[in-house]
């Protein structure tokens, strides 16, 4: 009697034995909250649904829910979630896996292969697939009962999967393409689905939960947000009032001229071979160094943990990029590097980045390896401090800096040779009132290494030679 309910109701299946797991609570029932019963309800009323949402209301472990429905009591049922990367591929199928884990045993069929793409159920010769949004991962694709397109609007190949799914699902399939907006973003295939559909000109039904579906999401709650260091577009994106606010674009631009990038393309090179790039496989070396030639190197430390450190040489006198280092390291290990490049180059001119303990563990480290030709400590008024060491990013220098280098880059004074950095400077945004930054989750770290080495690069002795340290120092090993 139970099976025969369960399948005959999704809603009857996850409210009476869908558990889901909570970072806070541990593992509770599944919550019937009425934007969930609503959703529920769509997902068996229309083939065709898209979901315009808040973050974390829910729809992620209701969506994997009835996907498990769906394959243990549809015989033949094919399920595919594609998302916008391998982790979050593998955690949407993990919340069905979840559920399924947690049935009474009278429900829970038993598994075939079970891994961190499939679950199948031979009892009913069905299955659940989850994929990245890769290239081609819809290519060849040969229908299914359902898709889902998980946060569509953050899918790199959203066009490319869309239409390769597109045409078996209007045979029969179903497909649901839930997702927040990212205000960054205006011409997205989820916004032009969405839109379309709220204006009757596709088969989509479109579905709109704002922040407050979920209970206590009050308007003291939604005003405290700003306190958790949440930037206005990011709370915009991801806790909507209304239609208008998700599917508004930040009123931002490209910080650097994207003319200009576009046109930098052609001046990038491959690296060439160097017993240095040997030692250290994050260095790339593009041009030789020159006798009596004058370089700077500028390097923005990390821990190597979160995020990568970048290093930049470049030729003083025309601004060109001779070599890099990017990638995780640990500051002492970035120490070095940064060591061994300014001696390779003719002893440059060199400093770091000094903020925070990260910047005391670089400057420790050349220290020790009594790195040549550092320059002086530059305030922010411009004067320099012989008594100390590095660049402090603060409030009055960072902009100097950014700016200092956006001209630079709208001037072609400068010739990157590394299309990774060029390809993170085109990532650089410009939102309205606000400082140049990064989107979350990406980094600054070639650009910030551009801009301390354009503005050492205005402190260069002009001599080459004299009085400069020898390659012989004291190692730092590990």
């Given at each position: 009697?139970?099976?025969?309910?369960?399948?005959?109701?999704?809603?009857?299946?996850?409210?009476?034995?869908?558990?889901?797991?909570?970072?806070?609570?541990?593992?509770?029932?599944?919550?019937?909250?009425?934007?969930?019963?609503?959703?529920?309800?769509?997902?068996?009323?229309?083939?065709?649904?898209?979901?315009?949402?808040?973050?974390?209301?829910?729809?992620?472990?209701?969506?994997?829910?009835?996907?498990?429905?769906?394959?243990?009591?549809?015989?033949?049922?094919?399920?595919?979630?594609?998302?916008?990367?391998?982790?979050?591929?593998?955690?949407?199928?993990?919340?069905?896996?979840?559920?399924?884990?947690?049935?009474?045993?009278?429900?829970?069929?038993?598994?075939?292969?079970?891994?961190s793409s499939l679950m199948t159920f031979p009892a009913m010769y069905s299955k659940i697939r989850a994929l990245p949004s890769t290239e081609d991962a819809a290519v060849g694709f040969g229908g299914a009962t359902r898709v889902v397109l998980d946060e569509c609007e953050y899918h790199p190949y959203d066009r490319k999967n869309y239409s390769?799914?597109?045409?078996?699902?209007?045979?029969?399939?179903?497909?649901?393409?839930?997702?927040?907006?990212?205000?960054?973003?205006?011409?997205?295939?989820?916004?032009?689905?969405?839109?379309?559909?709220?204006?009757?000109?596709?088969?989509?039904?479109?579905?709109?939960?704002?922040?407050?579906?979920?209970?206590?999401?009050?308007?003291?709650?939604?005003?405290?947000?700003?306190?958790?260091?949440?930037?206005?577009?990011?709370?915009?994106?991801?806790?909507?009032?209304?239609?208008?606010?998700?599917?508004?674009?930040?009123?931002?631009?490209?910080?650097?001229?994207?003319?200009?990038?576009?046109?930098?393309?052609?001046?990038?090179?491959?690296?060439?071979?160097?017993?240095?790039?040997?030692?250290?496989?994050?260095?790339?070396?593009?041009?030789?160094?020159?006798?009596?030639?004058?370089?700077?190197?500028?390097?923005?430390?990390?821990?190597?943990?979160?995020?990568?450190?970048?290093?930049?040489?470049?030729?003083?006198?025309?601004?060109?990029?001779?070599?890099?280092?990017?990638?995780?390291?640990?500051?002492?290990?970035?120490?070095?590097?940064?060591?061994?490049?300014?001696?390779?180059?003719?002893?440059?001119?060199?400093?770091?980045?000094?903020?925070?303990?990260?910047?005391?563990?670089?400057?420790?480290?050349?220290?020790?390896?009594?790195?040549?030709?550092?320059a002086p400590f530059i305030k922010p008024d411009g004067k320099t401090d012989l008594t100390k060491k590095g660049w402090w990013t603060g409030k009055q220098t960072r902009p100097k800096m950014l700016w200092g280098l956006e001209e630079a880059v709208?001037?072609?004074?400068?010739?990157?040779?590394?299309?990774?950095?060029?390809?993170?400077?085109?990532?650089?945004?410009?939102?309205?009132?606000?400082?140049?930054?990064?989107?979350?989750?990406?980094?600054?770290?070639?650009?910030?290494?551009?801009?301390?080495?354009?503005?050492?690069?205005?402190?260069?002795?002009?001599?080459?030679?004299?009085?400069?340290?020898?390659?012989?120092?004291?190692?730092?090993?590990?």
């Amino acid at each position: 009697m139970e099976r025969a309910r369960s399948r005959d109701s999704s809603l009857y299946f996850l409210q009476k034995y869908g558990k889901i797991r909570d970072e806070i609570r541990g593992i509770i029932p599944w919550e019937n909250w009425e934007h969930l019963l609503y959703y529920l309800d769509c997902l068996h009323r229309y083939r065709f649904i898209i979901v315009l949402k808040a973050k974390q209301i829910g729809i992620t472990w209701t969506t994997a829910g009835d996907n498990l429905h769906m394959a243990s009591f549809t015989q033949g049922a094919n399920v595919l979630t594609i998302s916008k990367g391998e982790d979050a591929a593998a955690e949407s199928l993990d919340y069905s896996r979840f559920i399924h884990g947690q049935l009474p045993p009278f429900l829970r069929l038993s598994l075939g292969k079970d891994q961190s793409s499939l679950m199948t159920f031979p009892a009913m010769y069905s299955k659940i697939r989850a994929l990245p949004s890769t290239e081609d991962a819809a290519v060849g694709f040969g229908g299914a009962t359902r898709v889902v397109l998980d946060e569509c609007e953050y899918h790199p190949y959203d066009r490319k999967n869309y239409s390769e799914i597109l045409p078996p699902i209007l045979e029969g399939g179903q497909l649901v393409v839930p997702s927040t907006a990212d205000p960054l973003k205006s011409d997205t295939l989820f916004k032009e689905l969405y839109t379309a559909a709220r204006h009757g000109d596709s088969d989509f039904y479109p579905v709109f939960f704002p922040y407050d579906v979920v209970p206590g999401r009050t308007v003291e709650w939604y005003s405290s947000l700003p306190r958790t260091g949440l930037r206005s577009w990011e709370i915009q994106g991801r806790f909507p009032r209304n239609e208008k606010e998700a599917l508004s674009t930040l009123k931002s631009r490209q910080f650097f001229d994207g003319d200009v990038l576009d046109a930098m393309y052609a001046d990038c090179l491959n690296p060439i071979d160097h017993e240095i790039s040997d030692k250290f496989d994050t260095i790339k070396i593009f041009r030789l160094p020159e006798p009596g030639v004058l370089y700077c190197v500028f390097t923005d430390p990390s821990y190597g943990r979160d995020d990568p450190h970048a290093t930049i040489v470049i030729k003083v006198a025309t601004g060109e990029q001779v070599a890099e280092s990017h990638g995780k390291l640990p500051t002492e290990r970035v120490g070095i590097v940064h060591d061994a490049l300014v001696r390779l180059y003719n002893n440059a001119f060199n400093s770091f980045e000094l903020n925070a303990e990260v910047g005391n563990l670089m400057r420790e480290t050349l220290e020790i390896l009594d790195t040549p030709n550092q320059a002086p400590f530059i305030k922010p008024d411009g004067k320099t401090d012989l008594t100390k060491k590095g660049w402090w990013t603060g409030k009055q220098t960072r902009p100097k800096m950014l700016w200092g280098l956006e001209e630079a880059v709208r001037l072609r004074q400068i010739i990157p040779r590394s299309k990774e950095c060029l390809d993170e400077f085109s990532h650089i945004m410009l939102p309205e009132g606000e400082e140049p930054q990064a989107p979350r989750g990406m980094h600054d770290d070639y650009t910030m290494a551009w801009a301390g080495v354009w503005q050492i690069k205005g402190y260069t002795p002009r001599k080459t030679g004299a009085g400069f340290k020898s390659w012989t120092r004291r190692e730092i090993t590990y």
